[in-house]
């Protein structure tokens, strides 16, 4: 079955730092989205790179996508302490009657300490 | 901006009860979604939902579960008789496109069945 996995699970950094976290996924994909859940809260969108893709930019963030190897990463730049939160990566793919529904992974536990 | 809600916040059932999770989707969306999270595990995908009728559904969304969109506004989940590991946190989503892309989700509804 296609997942995204993300490592590394957790990652404590200082505010300021770059935060990096990857995700593999196993099958082919129509586009991989980007998610942050902060405790017991709902999920929020960050950015989708699609398969045609290699690279995207959203303000601090930055999307790798390589679909030879099948994963991702992301990139948050000089990190803050609001940026703490859970992040995920979620594939998609698109076929046959597929309408879109997403596979997460499990995710990683960023802190950003102050 | 519209957001997806989601009511109740927290719902706890005895264990073989009815339960009713509301949602509203982003009005102009088309493409509705239910995941859950059991506590501390990844987000899975349940249902989806278009035109009226079920697009996809996973192994989770056996026949104790139905969805329903009863008017131009809401979007519903029923279980029909609530068993322990029912108990998760409970995400609707919605999405505008066609093909369905980003997905905007709501704050969910944590549901406890006891």
């Known amino acids: 079955s296609q997942q995204g996995e993300e490592d590394p699970q957790a990652l404590s950094i200082q505010e300021g730092e770059n935060a990096t976290m990857n995700c593999s996924y196993k099958?082919?994909?129509?586009?991989l989205q980007w998610y942050r859940q902060n405790s017991g809260r709902g999920l929020v969108h960050l950015i989708l790179?699609?398969?045609?893709?290699r690279e995207k930019h959203s303000g601090r963030l930055r999307v790798t996508l390589d679909t030879s190897k099948k994963s991702s990463s992301l990139l948050i730049t000089a990190s803050r302490a609001a940026d703490t939160a859970s992040y995920f990566c979620?594939?998609?793919?698109?076929?046959?009657?597929?309408?879109?529904?997403?596979?997460f992974g499990k995710g990683t536990k960023l802190s950003v300490k102050p | 901006e519209p957001e997806v809600t989601q009511t109740p916040s927290h719902q706890v059932t005895q264990m073989g009860q009815e339960v009713i999770l509301r949602c509203v989707p982003i009005?102009?969306?088309?493409?509705f979604y239910w995941y859950r999270q059991i506590l501390g595990q990844k987000v899975e995908f349940l249902v989806s939902?278009?035109?009226?009728?079920?697009?996809?559904k996973s192994e989770i969304f056996d026949d104790q579960f139905s969805v329903e969109r009863p008017d131009g506004s809401n979007f519903t989940l029923k279980i029909r008789s609530t068993k322990l590991e029912d108990s998760a946190m409970y995400f609707c989503?919605?999405?505008?496109?066609?093909?369905?892309?980003?997905?905007?989700f709501g704050p969910g509804t944590r549901l406890t069945v006891t």
């Open positions: 009005s102009n969306h088309l493409y």
């Open positions: 790179i699609r398969s045609n893709e």
């Open positions: 099958t082919s994909i129509n586009n």
């Open positions: 979620a594939t998609a793919w698109n076929y046959g009657g597929s309408q879109g529904n997403l596979i």
């Open positions: 939902f278009y035109n009226n009728e079920i697009s996809e």
């Open positions: 989503a919605s999405s505008a496109l066609d093909p369905p892309d980003e997905q905007y």
